[in-house]
């Protein structure tokens, strides 16, 4: 089992910058790739990023290539998610996940991971 807790959401006005954190406990040595996800109001949830949890590769919704950035740090078993130049539509609940297998390149598909955090709001004002 594996637990994910993030923290760092919050309000912040159209063009700022906030950076989400995502702790990971548990059996952390079976994970294979880290994601972030969000899910606005009555929208479905959709893939934000993902990395690779022993080579560090990152992979990106288009949507937030070139704005967001993530990074893990083994020692610590967190994934981070650095959101920068803020949009009102990036308001969402943002959900960390882990996958304990390789799914290649379905890394975007919500359905290949296994654990879930509880999700963080981020709410962005224009």
């Not at 740090?73 to 009102?88: F, G, I, R, Y």
């Amino acid at each position: 089992q594996v637990q994910l807790v993030e923290s760092g959401g919050g309000l912040v006005q159209a063009g700022g910058s906030l950076r989400l954190s995502c702790a990971a406990s548990g059996r952390t040595s079976s994970m294979y790739t880290m994601g972030w996800f969000r899910q606005a109001p009555g929208k479905e949830r959709e893939f934000v990023a993902a990395i690779s949890w022993g080579a560090g590769n990152s992979y990106y919704a288009d949507s937030v290539k070139g704005r967001f950035t993530i990074s893990r740090d083994n020692a610590k078993n967190t994934v981070n998610l650095q959101m920068e130049s803020l949009k009102h539509e990036d308001t969402a609940v943002y959900y960390c996940a882990a996958d304990e297998n390789y799914s290649g390149s379905n890394y975007r598909l919500s359905g290949i991971y296994d654990y879930w955090g509880q999700g963080t709001q981020v709410t962005v004002s224009s």
